[in-house]
C-alpha cells in the first residue's frame, strides 16, 4: 500500500473480530514503532504486550470504562522512561522529547497495522496508577498510550478533517498569501484545470441549447 493511501485510509478501530493476531504481526507493528525518530535517537519507550483476557478486561476498565477495549486480542501498553531522556535534554528531554517520540512510535504502529489488514486504536484516556497497578510497572515510568490491535469489525466512516487552507499559514500568524497563489485547496492547479474544464464544457453545452431553441423558434415560426 502506498505510504498516502495508508495514512489517508487508516481508521481508529473499536469494533474486532476475535480471530488471533499472528505473531510475527505484532513483532512487525512493534519494529515499525522502534524505527520511529526519537531525539538523540534515543529511543526511551518500551512495549507491555498484553494477551490475557483477565488482564484486558482490566485494562479497558482503567480506560475509563471504554468497554469495547475487550475484545480487540492485543493491548500494547506503551510506556515511558522519562529519566533516560533527561540524562541528555533535562526537562526538556523527560517533558516533551519523552510524549514526542511516544506519539512518533504510535503513529508508525498504526500505520503498520493498517498497511496488515489489521486495526488499531489509540487510547490515551487511563487512569495511569490503575495501568500502574495491573502491569506491575515500576515508578521511574510512566504510561503513554495503549493501543488495540485485532481484525477489524467495522469500516468507520472517514471523520471530518480540516481542509488544508485552514491550517497552513505562510511566513508568519495568520499568514495568508492571495487565494489564487496559494497552491492549496480551491486554488490548486488541479482545482483550477477541472473548474477551465467545467467552464468549457458548460459554453459548448449552452452553445448547443442555444441553436435548438433557434432551430424550434424558426419552424414554430414558419408554421
Ligand atoms: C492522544 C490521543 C488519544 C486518544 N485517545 C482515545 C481514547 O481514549 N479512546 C478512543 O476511542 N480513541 C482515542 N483516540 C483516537 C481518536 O479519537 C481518533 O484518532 C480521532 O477520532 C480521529 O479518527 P481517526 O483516527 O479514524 O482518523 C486518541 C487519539 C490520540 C492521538
Redesign the pocket.
Given at each position: 500500500m502506498d505510504v498516502l493511501d495508508c495514512i489517508r485510509t487508516?481508521?481508529?478501530v473499536?469494533k474486532y473480530k476475535e480471530d488471533p493476531v499472528p505473531w510475527d504481526n505484532i513483532v512487525t507493528i512493534m519494529q515499525a514503532g522502534k524505527y520511529a525518530p526519537a531525539a538523540g535517537n534515543i529511543f526511551n519507550t518500551k512495549f507491555l504486550v498484553v494477551k490475557s483476557d483477565a488482564k484486558r478486561k482490566m485494562i479497558a476498565e482503567a480506560?475509563v470504562q471504554?468497554y469495547w477495549m475487550e475484545i480487540a486480542p492485543i493491548h500494547i501498553v506503551m510506556v515511558a522512561e522519562p529519566e533516560h531522556m533527561e540524562r541528555y535534554y533535562g526537562t526538556r528531554g523527560a517533558r516533551l522529547y519523552t510524549i514526542q517520540g511516544a506519539a512518533a512510535a504510535a503513529e508508525n504502529m498504526l500505520l503498520t497495522a493498517h498497511s496488515l489488514g489489521l486495526g488499531a486504536?489509540?487510547?490515551?484516556?487511563f487512569d495511569e496508577e490503575e495501568i500502574r497497578r495491573i502491569l506491575n510497572l515500576p515508578e521511574h515510568v510512566n504510561v503513554q498510550?495503549v493501543i488495540t490491535i485485532g481484525y477489524p469489525d467495522e469500516r468507520?466512516e472517514p471523520?471530518v478533517k480540516q481542509r488544508i487552507e485552514h491550517i497552513v499559514y505562510f511566513e508568519r500568524w495568520w499568514g495568508r498569501m492571495e487565494a489564487p497563489k496559494t497552491g492549496l485547496g480551491y486554488w490548486s492547479p488541479y482545482i483550477k484545470r477541472g473548474l477551465a474544464e467545467t467552464k468549457k464544457i458548460a459554453e459548448k453545452k449552452s452553445r448547443k441549447l442555444v441553436d435548438r431553441i433557434s432551430q424550434r423558434i424558426r419552424k414554430a415560426r414558419k408554421k
Open positions: 487508516r481508521r481508529s473499536r480506560c471504554q486504536c489509540w487510547v490515551g484516556a498510550a468507520p471523520p
